[in-house]
């Protein structure tokens, strides 16, 4: 009866061991596949960062038909810049007889294509070019009134900016 018993205790406690080394298991693959899955949207962000560097490359360097060819892939951009009052439409449609005209619409393109087109009367308010832009530190942001949910993208613009110039 001892015996049974210690042996029924043992039998337990291998169980519960087991049992915990399951857990742990599923536990470590739970955490895998998150770190998988967040690997991935790095690596995403990575590409689409490159992605928006060549866009800006392609603005300040002025290239016709990088520019035409980024409109093109740009159409959703395109819309929702529409949208939110018309000023990139506008813009499009005057032509520019300076090369300071023409740096204000390269910042406007920038400001769209990433995602930030609803800063543009701000910047153009404040008669910002994208030399000016580049030059702009996390509290010139802040007292431009740029929502804190877009400071983030805006200063990664800056930095593509930065690095197109280069």
């Not at 599923?26 to 060549?54: F, G, Y």
Request: charged share 25%; net charge negative; proline share 3%.
């Amino acid at each position: 009866s001892l015996a049974e018993q210690a042996t029924q205790e043992s039998e337990l406690s291998e169980l519960r061991r087991l049992q915990e080394d399951q857990q742990l298991e599923r536990e470590q693959e739970e955490w895998l596949a998150a770190s998988l899955a967040e690997q991935a949207q790095q690596e995403k962000d990575i590409e689409e960062l490159r992605r928006l560097t060549v866009i800006a490359e392609q603005q300040l360097s002025g290239s016709p038909t990088a520019g035409s060819t980024n409109r093109v892939g740009m159409s959703e951009q395109d819309g929702s810049m529409q949208q939110q009052g018309g000023a990139y439409k506008q813009t499009q449609q005057q032509p520019s007889s300076s090369s300071a005209s023409a740096e204000v619409g390269s910042l406007e393109e920038a400001l769209g294509a990433f995602g930030l087109a609803h800063l543009w009367p701000v910047m153009r308010d404040e008669e910002m070019d994208v030399e000016t832009y580049i030059m702009l530190e996390y509290q010139d942001l802040v007292d431009l009134g740029v929502e804190p949910c877009d400071q983030p993208t805006a200063l990664e613009l800056i930095e593509a900016l930065k690095l197109a110039k280069e």
